[in-house]
């Protein structure tokens, strides 16, 4: 359990390491799990190719996001997806601080627009981080769910 005075940090995660193999199963646990879903081999190697951010303190993982192009080879618009933190530690910031940094990640690529497909309940979250909403409600692995985005 992450306490007030943990040091922990943002940054990539390198595909198969570690720490992205805790990723993975944190997002299986906060996301999958509940809605009685689990990854396929293929989809967790098509995954090889995104950007794997993290919050962590260099051994334990506290939350995790992917950031995948929309566009192969072009990096304009990024889709942030597969946003997960640690159950215990939601509503202490943490999810913001991820989001926060990759924005800046992508800003480093050249990126201008993040885009996402938020889950009913974490909509307030992300408006709270200045995404817009796009559209009507419309269903995902079996949930409500409204497009959002961000300028950058």
């Known amino acids: 359990m992450l306490s007030p005075t943990a040091a922990f940090h943002c940054s990539e995660l390198s595909f198969g390491s570690k720490l992205h193999i ?61 946003v997960a933190v640690d159950t215990p530690l939601q509503g202490k910031g943490i999810g913001a601080r991820l989001v926060r940094f990759a924005e800046d990640v992508a800003r480093e690529q050249g990126c201008r627009r993040i885009e996402l497909h938020a889950r009913e309940q974490a909509v307030p979250f992300y408006r709270k981080l200045g995404y817009s909403t796009e559209g009507e409600w419309f269903e995902e692995v079996g949930l409500p769910h409204l497009a959002m985005y961000r300028n950058l």
Do not use: N
């Open 22 to 82: 805790a990723s993975i199963a944190l997002r299986d646990r906060v996301l999958r799990m509940p809605l009685g879903l689990a990854y396929t081999p293929q989809e967790l190697q098509a995954e090889a190719g995104e950007w794997h951010l993290a919050v962590h303190d260099g051994s334990a993982l506290f939350a995790v996001l992917l950031l995948r192009k929309t566009i192969p080879d072009h990096c304009e618009v990024l889709k942030m997806r597969q």
